[in-house]
């Protein structure tokens, strides 16, 4: 998903916009996919429920927030550069959280996706 919108800060053709659609569709599609196994495997079966309906609650906001948000950044700047590169510095903090919260419970994070 990170690739895929820092694809976005750097094409300037029609072409460009299927081939990311193409690369957010497969990696959407893969998380979809495994968000309850990971989820069971993060935090035990007795309590994915309460941990997926929270994250669910989360993803739900953020898609209802974001076009919002993005729609007034670009009525702002007249660019959406600024709105992807947010949306890349999240990716990123994301990523962050998680790995130190592998650190901090000593999880072994490449056998928690295996």
Do not use: E
Request: charged share 5%; proline share 3%.
């Amino acid at each position: 998903m990170l690739l895929s919108i820092i694809w976005l800060l750097v094409i300037k053709t029609i072409w460009g916009f299927f081939l990311f659609g193409i690369l957010l569709g497969v990696a959407y599609g893969g998380l979809s996919a495994q968000l309850s196994p990971l989820t069971a495997k993060f935090f035990w079966s007795k309590i994915t429920g309460n941990y997926l309906w929270t994250g669910c609650c989360w993803i739900y906001t953020r898609s209802a927030i974001g076009p919002v948000l993005t729609g007034y950044i670009f009525d702002s700047s007249g660019s959406y550069q600024l709105a992807f590169l947010f949306c890349g510095i999240a990716v990123l903090a994301g990523i962050f959280c998680v790995h130190s919260w592998c650190r901090k419970t000593k999880a072994n994070w490449p056998a928690l996706i295996s």
